[in-house]
């Protein structure tokens, strides 16, 4: 059974910065691709990131210049690194991976950016 467990969520005020973490229970590089995901109150789970096995990154307009996303392999654990923060940044944020075996999901973390 593959588990993501995230962690590093919290309250920030606007223009600071956060980093969740996401740790796996398998080795990172056996993941094809792992990224990070998040909805808003009301609204559609939406992409972030994405960090496919190869190494390039990819980043949603919105986000792309302030979040930053990264891979620990010697700790199987994937970072999203959130830096000048906006309010409209607030949502339950989740990491996912997937193999050939499946896709798979963390228990989701809380953002909320807010004065």
């Known amino acids: 059974q593959v588990q993501l467990v995230e962690s590093g969520g919290g309250l920030v005020q606007p223009g600071g910065s956060l980093r969740l973490s996401c740790a796996a229970s398998r080795p990172i590089f056996s993941f094809l691709v792992m990224g990070w995901y998040r909805q808003a109150p009301g609204k559609q789970r939406e992409w972030v990131a994405t960090r496919p096995r190869t190494g390039s990154r990819y980043y949603a307009d919105s986000v792309t210049g302030r979040f930053t996303i990264s891979i620990d392999n010697a700790k199987n654990t994937m970072y999203l690194q959130m830096d000048s923060l906006k309010p409209e940044d607030t949502a339950v944020y989740y990491c996912?991976?997937?193999?050939?075996?499946?896709?798979?999901w963390g228990q989701g973390s809380q953002v909320t950016v807010s004065s």
């Open positions: 996912n991976g997937n193999t050939s075996q499946g896709s798979y």
